[in-house]
């Protein structure tokens, strides 16, 4: 049975691995890694044949490639919207700590070139999404940082959700053929949440990841008291990219979309 549940670590050089093209969860096709970052710690990647993109969760760096460079900050992933540089392969990102920092690298194989691109908060703002409904327990807040429509030379999706506390998110629990990847951070270290694929479901702590299968039904909720943030990351299946319409909704529960829950 494929593992659809981590909880990695950071090694004494500030990586942590989540998923990669032969551990555990290769059926991501993904190569997804967090750094921690010291004041003045540099990082570089490039690589040829995937493209890359570095997201900002915390902290301050200055991002250098082609021949740009620009200065980015975030406070934390709950407060303040994303920072992303996104390139094609080949590209070299330089990635400079100002002070204690932490990025999430998202890789794929890709050959195709396309233009870089650093995507700002106001690129990816937050929207409401399932406000009023379902008792109003699903209300969270969602940003999509690029997909097929923003990116289409791309393989991958990048994106956001914050859950209100005690609420869910991926709800109504839905599917789509492409594997997903999801990394939960917690707004107090003994934070914790509830994670599902399929039939199979885990206790969401901060840094843990669920992968998901192409085709596995996964809904997630957040304990009460504590505010969840999602990164989420899919990667397109040759000849059906993820679309924002792909999302299928399991069939069991569509009638709550009527229903007259009082929260």
């Known amino acids: 049975m494929e593992k659809v549940f981590g909880y990695p ?155 209100d506390r005690g609420n869910w998110s991926g709800y109504l629990p839905h599917r789509h053929p492409q594997p997903e990847t999801y990394l939960f951070k917690f707004d107090r270290p003994e934070g914790f949440g509830a994670s599902f694929v399929g039939d199979r479901v885990f206790k969401s702590v901060n840094n843990s990841f669920s992968a998901i299968p192409g085709g596995e039904l996964h809904p997630q909720a957040a304990a009460p008291g504590f505010q969840m943030y999602t990164c989420w990351m899919i990667r397109h299946i040759d000849g059906n990219p993820w679309l924002q319409t792909d999302r299928c909704e399991d069939e069991r529960y569509v009638w709550l979309h009527d229903a007259d829950i009082q929260g």
């Open 9 to 163: 670590e950071f090694d004494d050089k500030g990586e942590m691995i989540l998923t990669t093209y032969d551990n555990e969860y290769r059926a991501m096709m993904m190569d997804i890694r967090v750094y921690r970052m010291g004041a003045k710690e540099i990082r570089r990647f490039c690589r040829t044949g995937e493209e890359t993109a570095v997201l900002l969760l915390s902290g301050r760096i200055t991002l250098k490639w082609e021949d740009r460079e620009e200065t980015v900050s975030r406070k934390d992933v709950f407060t303040e919207g994303p920072w992303c540089l996104h390139v094609c392969s080949g590209v070299e990102i330089e990635a400079a700590a100002a002070k204690e920092s932490e990025i999430l690298v998202q890789r794929t194989r890709n050959s195709r070139e396309f233009p870089s691109r650093l995507y700002a908060p106001e690129d990816a703002p937050w929207g409401y999404s399932s406000v009023g409904k379902f008792g109003n327990v699903a209300k969270r807040r969602v940003n999509t940082i690029f997909d097929h429509d923003i990116s289409p030379e791309s393989n991958m999706v990048l994106g956001e959700v914050l859950n």
